[in-house]
């Protein structure tokens, strides 16, 4: 967790410009790793950093996408965090890519074969729709 958690205090200190040149290249070669307990950390920590990226729009176009692309983890745990971090996530974007780009993936998530995928994902989907 503090791996995550240090991520996210660095974009604080250092600004969004700083985060994206210097944690965003490490952590898309993570969500490539062999290591889904990797993997995992690395989701979590893009959710937490696009909670706090000044302008917004930077989580929109350099984060979201690296969260989005993880949904099709062959592992259920990232593919769930990916759902969890959606939430997080998406009300820094705004309705029109909540709607455009996170919805559809949660959609996807919704059907999982995974119990715990599609339970996360219908959760997320429903605190969108009470916001």
């Not at 600004?15 to 070669?29: R, V």
């Not at 290591?35 to 979201?64: F, G, H």
């Not at 996530?89 to 455009?100: L, Q, Y």
């Amino acid at each position: 967790y503090r791996t995550t958690t240090l991520h996210q205090e660095l974009t604080i200190i250092f600004g969004a410009e700083w985060a994206i040149e210097y944690l965003l290249p490490p952590l898309g070669e993570i969500i490539r790793h062999q290591s889904y307990l990797r993997r995992l950390s690395a989701v979590q920590a893009l959710s937490l950093m696009a909670t706090i990226m000044d302008p917004p729009d930077l989580t929109i176009t350099e984060v979201l996408p690296l969260v989005l692309s993880m949904a099709t983890d062959n592992v259920a745990n990232i593919r769930f965090n990916v759902a969890k971090g959606l939430e997080r996530i998406a009300p820094v974007c705004g309705s029109a890519v909540t709607d455009s780009q996170i919805r559809p993936v949660l959609g996807l998530l919704a059907e999982d074969p995974d119990r715990d995928v599609r339970y996360f994902a219908n959760k997320t989907l429903e605190s969108l729709d009470m916001h």
